[in-house]
Nanobody, 116 residues
């Protein structure tokens, strides 16, 4: 059974930092492309950052230079380091694992709230 379990969300002040993690099990983690998406109520789920199985990365324009995605294949875990957080970063953050278009999985999400 494939599981993606996010952790590390919470409340942080504007300008602060937070790291969210996604621990996976039940899949061959190292060959999956991994990503972080976020969603606010009433809006679509948007890509934040992705990292390929080879380690290549891509970021949404709104977070480039502030967020860093990384992966630890030995721990089957992907991370998202978020710096210089803004109120507009408030959302539920979801972990995504994709092997191909027909084989992909989502985590349950973790809430990140940026407020003073």
């Amino acid at each position: 059974q494939v599981q993606l379990v996010e952790s590390g969300g919470g409340l942080v002040q504007p300008g602060g930092s937070l790291r969210v993690s996604c621990a996976t099990s039940g899949l061959a983690f190292s060959i999956y492309n991994m990503g972080w998406y976020r969603q606010v109520p009433g809006h679509q789920r948007d890509m934040v950052a992705v990292i390929t199985s080879a380690g290549g990365t891509n970021y949404a324009d709104s977070v480039r230079g502030r967020f860093t995605i990384s992966r630890d294949n030995a721990k089957n875990t992907v991370y998202l380091q978020m710096n210089s957080l803004k109120p507009e970063d408030t959302a539920v953050y979801y972990c995504h694992a994709q092997l191909m278009s027909s084989i992909h999985y989502w985590g349950q999400g973790t809430q990140v709230t940026v407020a003073s």
